[in-house]
């Protein structure tokens, strides 16, 4: 890992076209700016390992999985029985 | 890059310990470019829906990982987003209803839940499709499932 001292105002570049700015200090939070292109998208990390392990459990656990069609089965015969058809 | 999947492609059959095993034609396989959310060697998916109800499979060609979709305006009604523009250029569509909105379902303590944060969406017209994370934290990953009462 590279780490590097920067101060609000400076910044830094991750390639050609990234660039990470400090754009202040408040207490022990670090306001950052981010300038890149459209297509890559910035997220915070524990946003993404939220919906990794979401996905996680949703796609891999087959004893889950076997649950989930139990609940399924009640979930459309509940709608369905209400639409009376 | 558009060569990646051959749309024509003969049958396939995805075998699925949880659910069975389906025969496939090419309209039902999407491509992901970007995989799912953590999972990105998983790049392509059947698309089937699960007879009788409203739900449907999208299973990974590759392997045993699958997972249950839900159209989303069976699940929550005035689900509305903005699509960025380089989701707009992966799915190859022009209009917003090219695309459509499936939420994953997921169940936790015998209760369903479904992921309003990062719904799937597919292009049928050009059989792609990705996990779109909406950056607004009035989404919640996991939305109770309800039947919808009397609609």
Known sequence: MLVLRRKPGEAVMIGDNIEVQVLGVEGDTVKLGFSAPQNIQILRKELMESIL???LKAGKNQLDQEQLLHLLDRFANGIYGKKGC | MNQTT???AAIRTVHSRAYGTFHV????????PRGLVGLHEYKDYALIQVEGGPFHLLH???????????????AIEDYGFRIDS???????IRQPDEVNTFLIVNAIDGELFVNLKAPILTAPGSRRGCQFIIDDPSFPIR???TRKEGS
């Open chain 2, 25 to 32: 034609t090419g309209e039902q396989i999407y491509h992901f």
């Open chain 2, 143 to 145: 939305h109770p499932l």
């Open chain 2, 86 to 92: 380089p989701t707009v250029e992966l799915l190859d």
């Open chain 2, 6 to 8: 051959n749309p024509e």
């Open chain 2, 60 to 74: 990974a060609l590759s392997d045993e990982l699958s997972f249950i979709l839900l159209p989303a305006h069976l």
């Open chain 1, 53 to 55: 392990q979401e996905n």
